[in-house]
């Protein structure tokens, strides 16, 4: 069992930052594919970062390709993700999840709460 708490959203105007953060209790991330998720109004969850259960695995979204980073904190209980130039269609609720498997999906089975992001333009 794992869980997962978000924080770090909040309103911020279009071309600035934030960082999210995620703390897991429970298992540790080493044993887990970690990543975040967002689900705009009206529209479907999708998917935006990954990183492998060695950490060392990165992905991403076309969409946030050179603006996101998803990293690991020091302990190695927190994941991160750090959203540079956001725009106003960042506007979401952002999910981090965990899964034992290699890869996180939409089905994963560990999911915090959701923290809100909006930009404004």
């Known amino acids: 069992q794992v869980q997962l708490l978000e924080s770090g959203g909040g309103l911020v105007q279009a071309g600035g930052s934030l960082r999210l953060s995620c703390a897991a209790s429970?298992?540790?991330?080493?044993?887990?594919?970690m990543g975040w998720f967002r689900q705009a109004p009206g529209k479907e969850r999708e998917f935006v970062a990954s990183m492998s259960r060695s950490g060392d695995i990165t992905g991403y979204a076309d969409s946030v390709k050179g603006r996101f980073t998803i990293s690991r904190g020091n302990a190695k209980n927190t994941v991160y993700l750090q959203m540079n130039s956001l725009k106003p269609e960042n506007t979401a609720v952002y999910y981090c999840?965990?899964?034992?498997?290699?890869?996180?999906?939409?089905?994963?089975?560990?999911w915090g709460q959701g923290t809100q992001v909006t930009v404004s333009s």
């Open positions: 999840v965990a899964d034992p498997n290699v890869v996180v999906t939409t089905t994963s089975r560990y």
């Open positions: 429970g298992r540790t991330f080493s044993s887990y594919a």
